[in-house]
């Protein structure tokens, strides 16, 4: 069975997620590892490492993900821009090490204007200078999510992402986080058997599926190809619930991380429903 879970909120200590993903049974968590909105965030405390520790050990389930920050772009032209980002990066990469989490989701960023070649050099050198930044913090994989593509995003082809990874000098610790909305609405078509079997098979032949660590459960609002990245509850989208039965019943993914990204309230009753839909469809 997928290992489901959701992303949560770490409001009062990065511990309180564990608290989160037990009321609604999750077996894999995503996190920001501090607040999403700022650039800098205070280093961590011993304290803070050992509490977040005992709550995962409590917890017993499955794997933990931490999700960038979205203000950084690596893929930003601007010199003065793409060092901050560079220098946030490997501060996020370092608090994974920190906190033992194996994942890092980043979005490839955006080109800004200059084109989806200068783009990716421009991801994949300042990636690597991350990378060696945080040298400390070897354990960490980097997953480079799907995206949809939207304005002037890099990341909504399988070959931008391998791009990335066949150019980067840390190739071997990057994989892919794909998200299912993203997916679909970048042109994958997910929803039906057929369009199913070719993304996949697509991503086998492009990227390799020993790459894919990790999958952001959410429907689309939007409709395929739209490159617009809007999230719906699962079943209530464009891609609908027959999509999401294929990935639930794919053996290829039977012990792989899924996570919801979908709105919620703090009663997070939201998650339970899409939780309990979702196994729903595993037969």
């Not at 608290?19 to 999750?26: A, N, P």
């Not at 280093?43 to 999700?67: C, D, N, Y």
């Not at 609002?221 to 891609?239: C, T």
Request: charged share 25%.
């Amino acid at each position: 069975m997928p290992l489901l879970g959701a992303h949560m909120s770490i409001e009062g200590g990065l511990h309180k997620a564990f608290e989160r993903i037990s009321l609604v049974k999750g077996r894999s968590l995503q996190i920001f590892s501090k607040n999403q909105r700022q650039w800098r965030a205070p280093a961590l405390h011993v304290s803070e490492i050992e509490q977040f520790s005992k709550a995962r050990q409590q917890w017993g389930q499955g794997p933990v993900a931490i999700h960038d920050s979205y203000l950084i772009n690596l893929a930003n032209p601007d010199t003065i821009k793409a060092n901050r980002a560079v220098n946030a990066f490997a501060a996020e990469i370092i608090r994974a090490g920190q906190l033992d989490i194996p994942y890092l989701i980043m979005h490839p960023g955006s080109h800004v204007g200059v084109g989806c070649e200068k783009g990716l050099a421009q991801l994949t050198a300042n990636l690597d200078r991350a990378f060696k930044q945080a040298d400390r913090a070897t354990s960490v994989m980097v997953l480079l999510e799907t995206t949809a593509g939207q304005g002037t995003g890099l990341g909504a082809s399988f070959e931008e992402l391998a791009h990335v990874i066949t150019h980067s000098k840390y190739s071997e610790r990057l994989g892919v986080c794909f998200d299912t909305c993203h997916a679909f609405a970048a042109g994958y078509d997910i929803s039906t058997k057929a369009g199913y079997k070719k993304t996949f098979a697509d991503f086998e032949s492009i990227i390799g599926l020993n790459r894919l660590k990790f999958f952001h459960l959410n429907d689309s609002k939007k409709e395929l190809g739209s490159r617009v990245d809007r999230h719906a509850h699962i079943g209530k989208g464009e891609i609908g619930l027959e999509g999401f039965r294929l990935l639930m019943n794919d053996p290829r993914f039977i012990h792989h991380p899924m996570v919801l990204e979908t709105p919620k309230e703090k009663d997070l009753q939201e998650d339970i429903e899409n939780l309990k839909l979702l196994r729903s469809l595993i037969t």
